[in-house]
């Protein structure tokens, strides 16, 4: 059984940070692009950030860029969200996701596996 189990998400004022974790287990961690993406209400999830198995390799949203950081960890199996200056548009539930892919990773379509979500909660 594939889980994805998201953390870290919660209550920051404007111009806060955030790490958002999440703990994948049931597949081959190494091989999978990870992506972070969001969902506000009443919005489509959008996303954020992804990141291929090689730890160089990584993707934004204009939004973003400059604010987050997508890292893993393949020995913990695990991707984080590092997130600062946050803004109150950037509050929404947070959805990690693995993909076999390697290309389209800004996509949801090409995710196989997805999370439960965190909440990230912006305060102005």
């Known amino acids: 059984q594939v889980l994805l189990v998201e953390s870290g998400g919660g209550l920051v004022q404007a111009g806060g940070s955030l790490r958002l974790s999440c703990v994948v287990s049931?597949?081959?961690?190494?091989?999978?692009?990870m992506g972070w993406f969001r969902q506000a209400p009443k919005k489509e999830r959008e996303f954020v950030a992804a990141?291929?198995?090689?730890?160089?390799?990584?993707l934004y949203t204009d939004s973003v860029k400059g604010r987050f950081t997508i890292s893993r960890d393949n020995a913990k199996n695990t991707v984080y969200l590092e997130m600062t200056k946050l803004k109150p548009e950037d509050m929404a539930g947070y959805y990690c996701?693995?993909?076999?892919?390697?290309?389209?990773?800004?996509?949801?379509?090409?995710?196989?596996?997805w999370g439960q979500g965190t909440q990230v909660t912006v305060s102005s």
């Open positions: 990141i291929r198995w090689s730890e160089s390799s990584t």
């Open positions: 049931g597949l081959t961690f190494g091989s999978y692009t």
């Open positions: 996701a693995a993909s076999r892919r390697l290309v389209d990773a800004d996509k949801s379509v090409v995710y196989d596996y």
